[in-house]
């Protein structure tokens, strides 16, 4: 039998040429699981992920339990300031044992405020309920007495929205 030939022919995937320089860099930061930067909303949650972003892991000189820093806006700092308990619980289930003894929230970048702006993603679209033909005729009905085309037609997709809403 001829020895097998490689399917790859020289190539290799992103994964294996990138982890040693994710781990790299997410170690300068003091994260040593870097699963807590590149999964973060899976660790704590869709919401908590909406509003915050990890920005570093700061040990003490004792080493006894460390500081994970959370950078958000100011209007969210008092949501995550109530949440960093559960926080800090759902951080170290990811490391598997105490690694982050307290949980740190900061409204402005710890290195720089080029390096620490907070990404927010945008909130999922609502999916677009299909409208009532009979809701429609009652709306034209209603705006049937108004002389002008324009504001009659404005009338009746107003009517519709309201009595589409009145509905759900």
């Keep these: 039998m001829p020895p097998r030939r490689p399917t790859t ?13 994710i781990r790299k860099a997410s170690e300068s930061r ?3 699981q870097s699963r807590l930067l590149t999964n973060w909303a899976e660790v704590v949650g869709d919401d908590a992920a909406a509003i915050s ?13 460390a500081t994970l820093t959370l950078l958000t806006t100011g ?8 949440q960093k308990e559960q926080l800090r619980v759902r951080v170290n289930a990811v490391y598997g044992y105490n690694a982050i003894a307290r949980v740190r929230v900061t409204q402005t970048a710890a290195t720089g405020f ?6 927010f993603e945008h909130a999922p679209k609502k999916a677009v309920k299909a409208h009532d033909p009979a809701l429609r005729a009652q709306a034209t ?28």
Excluded: C
């Design 75 to 82: 209007a969210n700092a008092p949501i995550l300031e109530m």
């Design 9 to 21: 022919k020289g190539f290799a995937r992103t994964a294996s040429l990138l982890t040693q320089k």
């Design 141 to 168: 009905k209603n705006a049937a007495h108004i002389g002008d085309d324009g504001l009659r037609d404005a009338l009746a997709r107003l009517g519709e929205n309201i009595l589409n809403k009145q509905n759900n």
């Design 53 to 65: 972003r990890p920005v570093e892991v700061s040990y003490g000189r004792g080493g006894m339990g």
């Design 30 to 32: 003091g994260f040593a």
């Design 114 to 119: 080029a390096e620490g702006r907070v990404a």
